[in-house]
């Protein structure tokens, strides 16, 4: 069965920081464009941050540039988010998907096949 799973939600103070994972199974990522996408209550969903198959190139939201870094681990099959500097409006249900189109202009939802059921990231005081 292929799927993806994330980790590493949970509640965190303003200024803190938490590192997601996305770790694929019954597949392997290193032929994957990876994103990160996060969905608020009452918002659409958002676009945080794809990276290419081989890592080189990266994008961001502006809303996180400078505070969120987006990374990969083939060998481990996993993608990672480090996200710091977190602020209440960070707050979201995080998913990770998989696909094959990257794009420079930012990451979207097009192209993305497989998607993971997400982690609740809960920003705080």
């Known amino acids: 069965q292929l799927q993806l799973v994330e980790s590493g939600g949970g509640l965190v103070q303003p200024g803190g920081s938490l590192r997601l994972s996305c770790i694929a199974s019954?597949?392997?990522?290193?032929?994957?464009?990876i994103g990160w996408f996060r969905q608020a209550p009452g918002k659409e969903r958002e676009g945080v941050s794809c990276i290419s198959t081989s890592g080189g190139s990266t994008n961001y939201a502006d809303s996180v540039k400078g505070r969120f870094t987006i990374s990969r681990d083939n060998a481990k099959n996993t993608v990672y988010l480090q996200m710091n500097s977190l602020k209440p409006e960070d707050t979201a249900v995080y998913y990770c998907?998989?696909?094959?189109?990257?794009?420079?202009?930012?990451?979207?939802?097009?192209?993305?096949?497989?998607w993971g059921k997400g982690t609740l990231v809960t920003v705080s005081s």
């Open positions: 019954g597949f392997t990522l290193d032929y994957y464009v």
């Open positions: 998907a998989a696909g094959f189109i990257y794009s420079h202009d930012g990451c979207t939802a097009y192209g993305m096949r497989y």
